[in-house]
């Protein structure tokens, strides 16, 4: 007896929404992580900043990547380094401020690799989806903590 094959035409594809995004906010000076918003599944970094409806004063100054392309039309204060290609390549100036750009952003980074620290959104998270902001909010406080403690230290 021979079992009939499927189709390969009745097989629909699911594209996986496993994967959980997470943007959080900065202050460059204190080093304290402001605000911190999570989605599910696969969505570009500009999306999720829209979505997340962050108020910032005009006057804010916003150090991003190129994730975020297309914010100086949201936010008129932002910086975003330059892009370069192949038939235009970038000008001193450009690479300048792209160098002057990322050593503003390197505190940020370390901030969030302060995050990273923790297992808990280091690895695959294995919890429920609607518990990992709560678990970024609580690694957010615990690395607050520290900065402050640490900004505090170097203060007196």
């Not at 204190?30 to 999720?48: A, M, N, P, Q, S």
């Not at 100086?72 to 401020?97: A, D, M, W």
């Not at 695959?124 to 900004?151: D, E, I, M, S």
Request: proline share 2%; with cysteine; glycine share 4%.
């Amino acid at each position: 007896m021979s079992v009939p094959k499927e189709s390969s035409e009745h097989i629909t594809q699911v594209k996986k929404t496993h994967t959980i995004k997470t943007q959080l906010v900065v202050d460059e000076q204190t080093h304290e992580i402001l605000k911190i918003d999570c989605t599910k599944g696969r969505v570009h970094d500009f999306t999720l900043f829209k979505r997340s409806r962050i108020c910032l004063h005009s006057e804010t100054e916003i150090l991003a990547d190129l994730g975020y392309l297309g914010m100086n039309k949201i936010h008129k204060n932002s910086c975003i380094p330059y892009v370069g290609y192949k038939k235009r390549p970038l000008t001193k100036e450009q690479k300048q401020f792209n160098y002057r750009l990322s050593q503003r952003r390197i505190r940020i980074e370390n901030v969030i690799r302060q995050c990273k620290i923790f297992r808990i959104v280091k690895q695959t998270y294995r919890g429920k989806h609607k518990n990992y902001g709560l678990a970024w909010n609580v690694v957010a406080r615990l690395v607050n903590f520290k900065n402050q403690h640490l900004f505090r230290k170097d203060v007196y």
